[in-house]
């Protein structure tokens, strides 16, 4: 019992940042109809540029912010130098596209700055709290939680509630006739991909002081995962990449424990394969005829 | 029909009879790199096919090499044991008999993995099955290691395939294996040729174009789709067959992500759906790291060792990007135009 | 029709294409010396290593240390008045590259010898390659027990302890410092992991250890793996890990508020790297841990010393880690074989003079080479962390099929200004 509940809040801290990355895939999807591959060697250039900020003695809040504005700054430089010279109709050069700018920037990386790993360290401590003498959720933990709650719950409202928000589903779904009634299209899409980056950007952010360091392929395997999480819980659907995003990083914590550390990538092929042929547009997606 | 065949063949013994005159002028070294890129050469081939003619992008294809590489490694060891101690184990057939069950089983193994995705494939549009081929090649080394036979990291070898000794004074180790690797690959792509002028190819351009219209005309676009799943398997399959021979040994660590994705490069840069193309990728994807640690050979020591593996990565995303977006030839495949399919057979 | 046409036609373009290019470059080929690698004046040696990639970090700069080291001995004259080259490839820990980079060496390179190959998976797959063109294949950068098959592989040499009598040597080091010790062993899950586990089975018995738990480098979490350890109530754990994972191991452990006694193997209990990837908050935790070591990496000892110099002078000042004198010690061993092999050394010679067990080396026992052993080292060193500096103890341990017995360390002394002599 006592290692059930620790995996299991090992597993939620894991999930809460799956859950972000997860929610960045679906903005840009909602935004732009599209699955961006590049979106781990996107998410990492900003985080790399925040480390070269810390380390040349700013504080990690500067460092925060500053993914998030190199994020966004790339995801638009991105949508509009490059994205826009592919031919929107069919999906495929899109993709592969994302392949090789992975592939250049991945590689550019890593001539950059070396293949070893650069230690980052967290802002907050990441000794768990004890309770009744299990270790739970460190303080680390609790911060990467609250801001996936905050992030959601912000783009919730922006998404709901905002006329702005109104614009960048109406673009995204109906292009044609939100141009029509007056909605700047393209402007919204590169503001779709602007929020997805800064948000992969900020998710890749808090899971480097987890594991090794960074290095360039840091957040290659949170791509897969959170891939997995977004096809879940549906592509266009918010709601469903922070439930799947949970429930993937539970998973893998669970089989890791239970099983072996080995299995785990397995149980996220096993999982994504049995969603993606049993219920393919996930399981809080609205509406069934999505093309993708 | 049949004079359209019999010229085939005969085009394809020509070609084979060329390279494998080739290997003549080359010096070992470059009879290896010969053997290596016909192996990539056909699983490109049947990657070329995959994503020109049916839309379906998998980022996983190093994981077909490889199972038809382990496949043909676990079998062809197998039988060699068994041969061992019979009389029948010198001459020709203590080496062709394991080559051939070797084969055998590679086909068994990436047909059967290929027949799985292809049943996945039928029902998943573009993003979503790249995705799952992208979760499989992650997935690779964990299977190696849980799947028991695999033995993990290490990896398995493949039998070494003597030179026979009728020839044994005519060519050197490397060349005999370049052979083989070229009757390997032909056999490989000369059925992709055939099928892609066939019917077969009509079909899989159809149900890129229009699936409602080809369900109209009575064509199964799941089938079609699954069905060139399937071709394409085998070609890599018999692809990491070749890589198994000129190498003897098989590991999850050389068909990782990277591989798969200079897989892709390979059919983007030659053009997807060109079968000469597909040999240009392949040729470019095993030459270009040679240049550029020649290019790169005198350099400070640091900036080199940054450079040697990264340089030509970046190179190759350069390249992929700019072939995607400037050059019409190469996306004209991709975009579904309403083009009348007698136009589209002259390519 | 026009499809196979243009078909066959790109087909033969890129045949003649490629036969063109590589004919040309054959024709330029040199003839082969009658000892490949060796003239009047040169000897060209040559390696594969992991350069870049994600399994680069940690081991790129051992390559560097070694050429250093070469670089010195060249200055002062060479050995037996040949420079020393080191060609150091680059395979990224992919054993594809490495068959095509070893097979470059060998065939373009001509090279006398490939020496300190890293990686197991790695240079396994080119130990049959090797062994049919009788290229030496010398001081294997890898613990496995592949390398020790004179039979099979009579020019293959390991340098690195292999890993059993690692773990054996940690275990029975726990059992000597605390009898009620409950051992536990977290490894890689590879053979790295396995020979640990397999030597500390030598000594705790079949099947006595507590819990034995394995990590995988693609995933960068072991918190799953040390709670079942904390829960099975594991004093003492024994680690089969890199550097990084035993960072990620103490670091979170401390997190958890679980400090037990940590006994690592060599090749991941480099202080200095350990110390960078916790930071100062989490260096305290390495407070007491124990490792093993064949080589003088200890700051008293008269080579570390000597490799300071090296490094500060032919090294571009890199920081000295572990890793230094990994490399470093690899080059003295090597140009210590290449004086035994005689003023002129022919790839049998200098086999012959490895197997002859004369080398000494510069660890903290001889070395071990035989006809019969194609281990360098069956005797390790302890060193333990303490006050926030990590050096040996006075224990050593060698190790048999029996299990470890306790010795005492006999360090090599510094001769000829560590270069050996002709």
């Not at chain 3, 006075?394 to 002709?422: F, K, M, Q, R």
Request: proline residues 5%.
């Amino acid at each position: 019992m006592e290692r059930l509940v620790f995996l299991l809040s090992t597993g939620l801290a894991r999930g809460a940042v799956l859950a972000l990355f997860a929610l960045s895939l679906v903005i840009v999807y909602r935004a732009a109809r599209v699955v961006n591959f590049a979106q781990a060697a996107m998410a990492i250039v900003p985080v790399y540029v925040a480390f070269a900020v810390t380390a040349a003695g700013g504080s990690p809040w500067l460092g925060l912010a500053t993914a998030l504005v190199v994020g966004a700054l790339l995801g638009a430089v991105v949508e509009r130098g490059l994205l826009r010279l592919v031919p929107q109709d069919n999906p495929l050069p899109g993709i592969i596209v994302a392949i090789g700018l992975v592939m250049v920037l991945q590689a550019g990386l890593a001539i950059a700055f070396g293949p070893d790993h650069r230690p980052v360290h967290a802002p907050f401590s990441q000794r768990p709290f004890d309770v009744g003498g299990i270790s739970v959720l460190s303080p680390y933990d609790l911060f990467v939680l609250i801001v996936a709650a905050v992030v959601m719950g912000g783009l919730a409202l922006l998404f709901g509630r905002t006329s702005l928000g109104l614009q960048l589903r109406a673009a995204a779904f109906a292009p044609e006739t939100s141009r029509l009634l007056g909605v700047r299209v393209p402007r919204m899409v590169t503001l779709g991909w602007m929020l997805s980056i800064a948000t992969a950007a900020l998710a890749a952010l808090l899971l480097v002081p987890t594991g090794l360091g960074l290095d360039p392929h840091a957040a290659d395997v949170l791509f897969v995962n959170a891939f997995a999480a977004a096809v879940v819980g549906g592509l266009d659907s918010p709601v469903g990449a922070l439930v799947a995003g949970l429930a993937v990083g539970l998973l893998v914590s669970l089989v890791t424990g239970y099983a072996s550390a080995a299995a785990a990538p397995l149980a996220v092929l096993v999982l994504l394969t049995a969603v993606l042929l049993v219920r393919p547009h996930g399981l809080f997606a609205a509406r069934e005829a999505r093309t993708a | 029909m049949r004079t359209h065949g019999t010229r085939l063949l005969l085009r394809a013994g020509l070609l084979t009879l060329l390279a494998l005159g080739a290997t003549f002028l080359l010096d070992p070294y470059r009879n290896y790199q010969l053997a290596t890129s016909a192996g990539v050469f056909a699983a490109v081939a049947g990657l070329t096919l995959l994503v020109g003619l049916t839309g379906q992008l998998s980022l996983g294809h190093a994981v077909l090499m490889a199972a038809g590489g382990y496949g043909y490694a676990l079998t062809a060891t197998r039988v060699t044991e068994a041969l061992e101690g019979t009389g029948a184990a010198d001459g020709i057939v203590g080496w062709l008999v394991p080559l051939l069950a070797g084969v055998a089983g590679a086909v068994v193994a990436a047909g059967l993995l290929g027949t799985l995705l292809g049943l996945a494939a039928a029902r998943l549009r573009g993003p979503y099955l790249t995705g799952l081929t992208l979760a499989l090649v992650i997935a690779l080394p964990s299977a190696a290691g849980i799947v028991p036979g695999l033995a993990g990291a290490q990896g398995v070898s493949a039998p070494f395939v003597p030179v026979p000794d009728a020839l044994a004074t005519l060519i050197a180790v490397e060349q005999w294996h370049a052979w083989l690797a070229i009757l390997v690959t032909a056999c490989a792509v000369t059925p992709l040729v055939a099928l892609r002028s066939g019917r077969a190819g009509l079909r899989m351009r159809a149900v890129h174009d229009d699936e409602t219209a080809a369900r109209l005309a009575g064509i199964d676009p799941g089938r079609v789709k699954a069905g060139a799943f399937v071709i394409s398997s085998l070609a890599a399959g018999l692809g990491g067959v070749v890589l198994a021979i000129a190498t003897q040994q098989v590991s999850p660590g050389a068909y990782g992500l990277g591989f798969s994705l200079l897989l892709v490069v390979a059919a983007v840069v030659g053009g997807l759906g060109s079968l000469g193309g597909a040999a240009l990728g392949a040729v470019l994807v095993t030459l270009l790291p040679w240049l550029v640690d020649q290019a790169t050979a005198g350099l400070p020591a640091d900036l080199g060792h940054r450079l040697q593996g990264n340089l030509e990565i970046v190179l190759f995303g350069v390249v992929v990007i700019v072939v995607t977006v400037l050059w019409p030839g190469g996306l004209a495949r991709l975009v579904p135009k309403n083009t009348p399919l007698s136009q589209n057979t002259e390519r | 029709m026009r499809t196979t046409r243009s078909t066959s036609r790109a087909g033969a373009a890129a045949v003649l294409g490629l036969t063109a290019t590589t004919a040309l470059s054959a024709c330029s080929t040199p003839a082969a010396a009658e000892v490949p690698g060796i003239t009047d004046d040169t000897v060209v040696i040559g390696t594969h290593q992991p350069l870049t990639g994600p399994a680069a970090a940690g081991f790129a700069s051992i390559s560097a240390a070694t050429a250093a080291y070469f670089e010195y001995v060249n200055d002062q004259g060479g050995i037996n008045g040949r420079q020393i080259e080191y060609v150091v490839k680059d395979d990224g820990y992919n054993p594809a590259n490495t068959q095509t980079v070893v097979r470059e060496l060998v065939q373009e390179d001509e090279v006398f010898a490939i020496v300190n190959g890293l990686g197991t998976p790695t240079h396994t797959s080119v130990l049959d390659y090797l062994d049919q063109n009788g290229v030496p294949d010398l001081f294997v950068a890898s613990g496995s027990l592949t390398w020790d098959q004179p039979d099979e592989y009579p020019n293959t040499f390991g340098f690195n302890a292999d890993y059993v009598t690692e773990g054996a040597a940690l275990a029975q080091y726990a059992r000597d410092t605390d009898p009620d010790a409950v051992v536990c062993v977290l490894g890689q899950d590879d053979d790295f992991g396995e020979g640990i586990l397999e030597g500390v089975e030598l000594v705790v018995g079949d099947g006595e250890v507590a819990q034995n738990q394995t990590y995988s480098t693609a995933d960068q979490d072991v918190t799953a793996q040390l709670g079942a350890m904390k829960e099975a109530g594991c004093t003492h754990n024994v680690l089969g890990t890199i550097n990084g994972f035993t960072a990620l191991a103490v670091g979170t452990a401390a997190q958890m508020e679980w400090f037990p006694k940590w006994h690592v193997s060599s090749s991941g209990a480099d202080h200095p790297t350990l110390v960078e990837y916790l930071g100062e908050e989490g260096a305290p935790a390495l407070e007491g841990l124990v490792s093993v070591n064949y080589l003088p990496n200890s700051p008293s000892s008269d080579w570390y010393e000597l490799f300071s110099r090296i490094n500060d002078e032919y090294n571009d000042g890199a920081p000295y880690t572990g890793n230094t004198t990994y490399g470093m010690s690899v080059g003295y061993q090597f140009a210590e074989a290449l004086a035994a092999a005689g003023e002129n050394p022919t790839r049998e010679s200098i086999v012959a003079a490895v197997e002859s067990g004369e080398l000494r080396g510069n660890g903290v026992a001889p070395l071990t080479y035989s006809a019969d052993d194609h281990f360098a080292y069956r005797t390790v060193r302890i060193a333990v962390v303490t006050d926030g500096a990590q050096d040996f103890t006075d224990d050593a341990y060698e190790v048999s099929e029996a299990g470890a017995t306790a010795v005492t360390p006999e360090e090599t002394p510094l001769e000829n200004e560590g270069i050996p002599a002709g």
